[in-house]
Nanobody
Framework: QVQLVESGGGLVQAGGSLILSCVASGRTFSNYYMNWFCQAPGKEREFVAAVSRSGLSTSYADSVKGRFTISRDNAKNTVSLQMNSLKPEDTAVYYC????????????WGQGTQVTVSS
């Protein structure tokens, strides 16, 4: 089992920035690809960003490329999502996810953190 706890969400104006963090506990963090997904009201959960086990490879949804940056620190069991140039359409609950394939939802989810971007 892997337990994931997100933090860092909040309310921000369009054009602003937020940093989401996810702390993992349980099994060896570096064994897992780490992903961020988001779910807006009335929509399905969708992929945002992913990072490989080593941290050397990343993947992004087209909608966030150039604005969001995912990174991980295996020594601290954390994965972060730096969110810049935020848009109202980025408003959603953001979930940390751990799995065995990059950019594909794995078995372990955090509880989610709300990001609200006002226009």
């Amino acid at each position: 089992q892997v337990q994931l706890v997100e933090s860092g969400g909040g309310l921000v104006q369009a054009g602003g920035s937020l940093i989401l963090s996810c702390v993992a506990s349980g099994r060896t963090f570096s064994n897992y690809y780490m992903n961020w997904f988001c779910q807006a009201p009335g929509k399905e959960r969708e992929f945002v960003a992913a990072v490989s086990r080593s941290g050397l490879s990343t993947s992004y949804a087209d909608s966030v490329k150039g604005r969001f940056t995912i990174s991980r620190d295996n020594a601290k069991n954390t994965v972060s999502l730096q969110m810049n140039s935020l848009k109202p359409e980025d408003t959603a609950v953001y979930y940390c996810n751990a799995g065995n394939t990059i950019a594909t939802a794995g078995a372990y989810w955090g509880q989610g953190t709300q990001v609200t971007v006002s226009s």
